[in-house]
């Protein structure tokens, strides 16, 4: 069984960084892209950031671009999302979401998402 | 970036309606689209891609159409778990962008 869990979220002040992780088990990991998205509470749904099966290739969203760093551990089945100069507006549920063989973008697992809280 | 535009953006219906949703892309994609199911507090579900490839599981009252810049989403006979959020998606080129989210209520 194909399963995304993502960890590491919490209350970070301005200013702060954070690390979120997603443990990913049930398929082989290294031959998928992998992708974060965010959504705000009460809000739709917003891309953040993407890297390739082997880590050579990464994306990110302009809002993040220069504060946030992508990156995975194949041996280790783990994504990461290094988060910095935490905004308020950073504020959201930070899903994981693996990518669709056969498509190049339709996102056909998700984790459960992890809150990252921005507060003073 | 792409804009994805959906309509509307909630409305109300009953059990057995048929309904459709309308996403439009700000320029063309061919058929790089998905459409997802979201329910409160849960992530969301990918219901079709390409446009009109239904996602293994999903109930075929759940249909795709579409390419280009013009997408619907259409749900044959509304059953009550099918109450959500609907969002499409593009993925012809980066960055990937969602539509704003149709929400769909019971009346």
């Known amino acids: 069984e194909v399963q995304l869990v993502e960890s590491g979220g919490g209350l970070v002040q301005p200013g702060g960084s954070l690390r979120l992780s997603c443990a990913a088990s049930?398929?082989?990991?290294?031959?998928?892209?992998m992708h974060w998205v965010r959504q705000a509470p009460g809000k739709g749904l917003e891309y953040v950031s993407a890297i390739s099966s082997n880590g050579g290739s990464t994306y990110y969203a302009n809002s993040v671009k220069g504060r946030f760093t992508i990156s995975r551990d194949n041996s280790k089945n783990t994504l990461y999302l290094q988060m910095g100069s935490l905004r308020a507006e950073d504020m959201a549920v930070y899903y994981c979401?693996?990518?669709?063989?056969?498509?190049?973008?339709?996102?056909?697992?998700w984790g459960q998402g992890t809150l990252v809280t921005v507060s003073s | 970036a792409i804009r994805m535009t959906q309509s509307p953006s909630s409305f109300s219906a009953s059990t057995g309606d048929r309904v459709t949703i309308t996403c439009r892309a700000s320029q063309g994609i061919s058929s790089y689209l998905a459409w997802y199911q979201q329910k409160p507090g849960k992530a969301p579900k990918l219901l079709i891609y390409a446009a009109s490839t239904l996602q293994s599981g999903v109930p075929s009252r759940f249909s795709g159409s579409g390419s280009g810049t013009d997408f619907t989403l259409t749900i044959s006979c509304l059953q009550s778990e099918d109450f959500a959020t609907y969002y499409c998606?593009?993925?012809?080129?980066?960055?990937?962008?969602f539509g704003q989210g149709t929400k769909l209520e019971i009346k």
């Open positions: 049930g398929f082989t990991f290294s031959s998928y892209a």
């Open positions: 998606q593009q993925y012809y080129s980066y960055p990937r962008t």
């Open positions: 979401a693996r990518v669709k063989v056969a498509t190049s973008g339709a996102f056909d697992y």
